[in-house]
Antibody, heavy 119, light 108 residues
Framework: QVQLVQSGAEVKKPGASVKLSCKAS????????MHWVRQAPGQRPEWMGW????????KYSERFPVRVTITRDTSATTAYMELSSLRSEDTALYYC????????????WGQGALVTVSS | ELVLTQSPGTLSLSPGEGATLSCRAS???????LAWYQQKPGQAPRLLIY???NRATGIPDRFSGSGSGADFTLTISRLEPEDFGVYYC?????????FGQGTKLESK
């Protein structure tokens, strides 16, 4: 069965960076795009960007100019998301999500990783 | 950036009743690329509907999606106890993909 297992919670200081991982299993990793979506407490989800695991091509939301970097390791079937220059507003649950049929709807989600930014 | 506005904010209904949730876009949604998700506390969103009206795998047929252009609807024909939660619409026709602010469906 398809599973996306994310790394654990992180606590960071303002200005630092965080790198999260998402281990995929149960399907061919390179056959589906992988996206990252975050959700602040009580807020709507917010899409951050995606990667094509087959060739490493990426697309980022215009809301995160140069702060987000998504990478992958095909041998480890793992996607990564690094967010830099953290501020308190970045405190949120961060999800990886698989997109169905190379579209933008998300059929499988990771369990989420809480990132807390606090001085 | 396309903005999605959902209504109502909260819907209070009893099991067995029908529910109608609305999602309105600030401009026409490209290729009808619109999805609906259900989210329960402490869980990731769950895909219900994609491309306006296609049910995701394992979603019961009491859930249906409709609409076109900038106006979309999620209909739940007979509410079951497990249907209560927050529902989000999402557009994926243009970057950045966006979500509506959600409709909370609560048990009366």
């Amino acid at each position: 069965q398809v599973q996306l297992v994310q790394s654990g919670a992180e606590v960071k200081k303002p200005g630092a960076s965080v790198k999260l991982s998402c281990k995929a299993s149960g399907y061919t990793f390179t056959d589906y795009s992988m996206h990252w979506v975050r959700q602040a407490p009580g807020q709507r989800p917010e899409w951050m960007g995606w990667i094509n695991p087959a060739n490493g091509n990426t697309k980022y939301s215009e809301r995160f100019p140069v702060r987000v970097t998504i990478t992958r390791d095909t041998s480890a079937t793992t996607a990564y998301m690094e967010l830099s220059s953290l501020r308190s507003e970045d405190t949120a649950l961060y999800y990886c999500a698989r997109a169905g049929s190379w579209s933008g709807w998300f059929d499988y989600w990771g369990q989420g990783a809480l990132v807390t930014v606090s001085s | 950036e396309l903005v999605l506005t959902q209504s109502p904010g909260t819907l209070s209904l009893s099991p067995g009743e029908g529910a109608t949730l609305s999602c309105r876009a600030s401009q026409s949604v490209t290729n009808n690329y619109l999805a609906w998700y259900q989210q329960k506390p402490g869980q990731a969103p769950r895909l219900l509907i994609y491309d306006v009206f296609n049910r995701a795998t394992g979603i019961p047929d009491r859930f249906s999606g409709s609409g076109s252009g900038a106006d979309f609807t999620l209909t739940i024909s007979r509410l079951e106890p497990e249907d209560f939660g927050v529902y989000y619409c999402q557009e994926y026709g243009r970057s950045p993909y966006t979500f509506g602010q959600g409709t909370k469906l609560e048990s009366k």
